[in-house]
């Protein structure tokens, strides 16, 4: 796993760690955190892959996330009846949710910037919408109330039941979403996504089909999005549609901002931090989306290309103090 | 159908009340697009901020039981206090969270992270200083509900009246403000051209806060109106009607003041009329498919010109 | 009247200002010859403050003028025709008109209508035009306009980027003229320009800049005569 600057001997240590963690934890409480720091990183990642690696500001990846925690829910549990075992249900919760990015991403291929952001936004809002409102006439979604009494994630009659069962079936997801992410990276569609990022239309001018690549970014994105749904599905063994507000989309976001975009092992501890911080400071709950709030401001002011980042990403080429258009010299 | 038909009248009546006051807020997104190319996604914030100071005025005045309360003079007191804190907050806003990364230059990501992150500080600042649960306006003591006409079927109240007619004197004072006066033509030339403006003399960055007061300002006063007329108010209020203001941003072209009060009259119309015909309940829907209907097919609106994509992340 | 020392000025990474040395004394006509990136632009963008240069001085009446923000150093009286006109093409031609007077808020009304009037004798066309958009007008009626515009200042020095790129050459003679006779009433010029022949028919004196560094300076007649010159750079024969 080539990351930049990363020895050998240092992930060695570090997956060692980690895979060691829970049987250091405190209590079962902390075992769960960590259970939730992985399911989060294995969402970050898939929006690292739109936003860091493809650069198409997506706000609305919660949308992808609601899918495919309800799509699993309508598969298997009490719901519509259907049980299907979880070796069944996870791919084809992974192919449809990576449907429903192209989906999505279809409409936004011309946008750009902060037009594409917002259409994002507005198709996580309506899919919030349709969560909460398709329990009439037909009762699709449950409601407002959600769904309950979804089936745990079973294999080979083994149930799983404990938090440590979860934590040690998310580790092996993201370390397979970590891989499938830094193989992605460098391969063509990698470089095709980072062309696209820096300059579309030189990208498009090398003969890069950008339509079929900025697809493939949100459908893959979408398809860990799928993971992660089934994941908070099954362990939660509930979905609401408040489980997937605008909130979550920026929750997700600042996690890959954090640990500066593209940056896989960046991301992971983003999203690390970005758990386990509310955790700590639980007493002051109450704060925690106005602290939130003023990190974004600060974070973007004073370092945006992350807290872990090494490379000044975001310093390109200085615009004369006014900013209008270079002209020739 | 008959009963459909029925109701269209004071329906359009609601349409027109709503999309004066969407039209209102739009503005606020409009100036500051045209000016800076960004996306003020905590305009929102600053529209509810103006609601929850209207209302304390009139709380204020309620306790102190001033007698003889007409909306004549109440309502520019609740307007003045709200469209000033409302522009400072925007000035404040543009200065601190904004300037620093607009002046980098270089990506389109930054200006508009920090904004969802002011517009989530803003958020949560009013629910922990005034409280998860709502306000009420309680319009009714100053806009008696038997002040109301009747036309063509529907029931006009007096507060609908004076909600478009105010609405519509600033947006029309705004339009004569920027066609007619030398500051006008500095806002315009900026948005134009900076750097030529700047050798003109402009002081550029004033005129940016100048903007962004006069656009925070009118939705500051849009929330005061939107207080009255749903007399409800809470602080999560601003994000649902923030976007449905910049939908009507969008629709009538970006950057374009008149377009924003033609797509406020629009979306305000339209959203209305879909009410009538389907479940309430999606009615946020609606503004959110047109918004998405708008930027893919006609992203320029209906008024505007050219898109300033700019790729960049 | 503006002076020029040891400039140099960067464009993100690249120095595209060496080392320029250059002066304008009251009254005169200068021009600044060279060829494509050969830093003539950016030599105005730093008078200007557009720019700021990374080492050198910019001295504009005696006064260091480096380092002062664009709208400060133009209200001390220098005014620009850009390069490729850049009137407010959203804007009629009164108020483009209006818009280079910014700087006279001050003063009374009827200096500023004096000034308006100066500019519909100058150019006849402007007037019959005024309320039409800057964007309609054709490329010479601009080139006419953003003179006008900067004149509206008042300025004691007007720089001029490139006044006769995309003209006619019946436009080009015409324009010189009429910058002769803006010379003539009293204003100091500064002209950055390609086409070298007619620059220095109507300027005192030239520099030739090439590559961010002034290579030649002389007076006009000089730099017209001197075949060598001429031919290396500009361009003739």
């Known amino acids: 796993m080539a990351e930049p600057g990363f020895p050998r001997w240092a992930a060695a240590v570090l997956g060692l760690v980690v895979l060691v963690a829970p049987l250091v934890a405190p209590n079962d409480y902390w075992i769960g955190v960590m259970a939730r720091i992985c399911l989060y990183a294995t969402l970050a990642l898939g ?23 309800y799509l699993y829910t309508f598969l298997a549990s009490a719901h519509f009846g259907l049980h299907l075992p979880f070796l069944v249900t996870l791919p084809i919760v992974i192919v449809l949710t990576a449907c429903s990015g192209i989906l999505i991403g279809a409409p936004t291929l011309r946008l750009a910037g902060d037009y594409l952001a917002i259409v994002t936004l507005g198709f996580g809002e309506i899919t919030y919408l349709l969560l909460i409102n398709l329990d009439r006439p037909v009762n699709i979604t449950g409601g407002p109330s959600g769904i309950v009494g979804i089936d745990p994630p079973a294999v080979a009659g083994f149930a799983l039941s404990r938090n440590i069962h979860y934590y040690y079936l998310f580790l092996a997801a993201l370390a397979l979403t970590l891989l499938a992410s830094a193989r ?16 579309e239309l030189a990208a498009r001018a090398m003969g890069i089909n950008t339509t079929v690549a900025k697809l493939q970014a949100f459908a893959i994105g979408a398809s860990f999005a799928g993971i992660g749904g089934s994941f908070l599905a099954s362990w939660q063994r509930s979905v609401f549609p408040e489980n997937f507000l605008f909130t979550e989309s920026i929750n997700i976001l600042a996690m890959v901002i954090l640990g500066g975009m593209g940056n896989l092992l960046g991301v992971v501890a983003g999203a690390a931090l970005l758990v386990s911080i509310p955790e700590v400071f639980r007493d002051l709950q109450r704060y925690r989306l106005l602290a939130f709030g003023l990190m974004l401001m600060v974070l973007m002011v004073f370092r945006p290309q992350g807290l872990l980042s090494s490379e000044r990403r975001s310093q390109e080429e200085p615009e004369p103090e006014a900013g209008a258009e270079a002209s020739s010299a | 159908m008959a009963d459909v038909l029925a109701i269209l009248p004071q329906q359009l009546v609601f349409g027109l009340a709503l ?50 309360l007409h909306p004549a003079w109440v309502l520019p007191l609740m ?22 990364l607009y002046l980098r ?43 109301r006409i009747q036309i063509a079927g529907a029931s006009i109240s007096a507060l609908v009246i004076v909600m478009v007619v105010v609405a519509g004197l600033m947006m029309w004072g705004l339009h004569l403000l920027v066609q007619r006066t030398t500051l006008g033509r500095s806002i315009r030339a900026v948005a134009e051209d900076r750097e030529m403006a700047a050798i003109m003399g402009v002081n550029v960055r004033r005129v940016i806060a100048v903007t962004f007061f006069m656009g925070s300002a009118l939705g500051g006063a849009g929330g005061v109106l939107v207080g009255l007329y749903y007399t409800q108010i809470d602080f999560f209020m601003g994000y649902s009607a923030g976007l449905k203001a910049f939908t009507a941003a969008v629709l009538g072209g970006i950057g374009n003041i008149r377009g924003a009060m033609l797509g406020g009259l629009i979306l305000g119309l339209v959203e209305s009329l879909a009410v009538t015909f389907m479940n309430p309940a999606y009615k946020d829907v609606v503004a959110f498919v047109l918004l998405i209907v708008v930027l893919v097919v006609r992203p320029t609106g209906l008024l505007g010109e050219t898109v300033a994509a700019r790729a960049k992340v | 009247m503006l002076k020029l020392t040891d400039v140099v000025t960067h464009y993100g990474p690249l120095r595209v200002l060496k080392s320029v040395n250059l002066e304008v004394r009251a009254g005169e006509i200068v021009c600044l010859l060279g060829g494509n990136a050969s830093g003539k632009s950016t030599t105005m963008k730093t008078v200007l403050g557009v720019v700021r240069p990374t080492a050198g001085r910019v001295e504009f009446e005696g006064d260091r003028i480096d380092g002062l923000p664009t709208e400060v150093i133009v209200r001390r009286g220098i005014s620009l025709v850009p390069e490729a006109r850049r009137i407010f093409a959203r804007m009629t031609v009164w108020e483009n008109l209006a818009m280079g007077a910014f700087t006279r808020q001050k003063a009374p009304a009827g200096e500023v209508a004096e000034d308006f009037e100066r500019v519909w004798a100058l150019f ?95 007076t006009a007649r000089t730099l017209l005569a001197t075949d060598s010159i001429r031919r290396a750079y500009l361009g003739e024969d």
């Open chain 1, 184 to 199: 992605l990276r460098h391969s063509r569609i990698g470089w095709a996504w980072q062309a696209i990022r820096e300059d």
């Open chain 2, 19 to 68: 999309g004066t006051v969407y039209g209102l807020v739009a503005l606020g997104y409009t100036m500051v697009y045209g000016i800076l190319f960004m996306i003020n996604f905590a305009h929102g914030e600053i529209f509810m901020i103006g609601a929850y100071v209207g209302w304390w005025v009139l709380a204020l005045l309620l306790r102190a039981q001033v007698g003889g």
């Open chain 2, 79 to 100: 307007l003045l206090p709200a469209m000033l804190f409302a522009g400072a907050l925007g000035v404040g806003l543009e200065r601190f969270a904004y300037r620093p």
């Open chain 3, 124 to 218: 006849p066309r402007l007037l019959e035009r005024q309320h039409q958009l800057g964007g309609t007008l054709s490329g010479g009626e601009q080139q006419m306009l953003a003179i006008g515009r900067a004149l509206m200042a008042r300025p004691r020095l007007l720089l001029m980027d490139e006044p006769s790129m995309g003209l006619a050459p019946v436009l080009v003679d015409q324009v010189f003229d009429i910058i002769q006779a803006i010379n003539r009433s009293g204003t100091t010029i500064l002209v950055v320009e390609q086409n070298a022949p007619v620059a220095l028919s109507i300027a005192s004196r030239g520099y030739v800049l090439q590559n961010g560094r002034i290579v030649i300076h002389d």
């Open chain 1, 47 to 69: 929006l690292n892959i739109v936003v860091g690696f493809a650069g198409l500001l997506d706000l609305g990846y919660v949308a992808f996330f609601g899918i495919g925690s």
């Open chain 2, 105 to 147: 230059g270089a990506t389109r990501l930054g200006p508009l992270i920090s904004a969802i992150g002011a517009s989530i500080f803003l958020q949560n600042a009013v629910m922990l200083t005034q409280g998860a649960r709502m306000k009420v306006y309680m319009t009714s003591l100053l806009f008696p509900r038997s002040w």
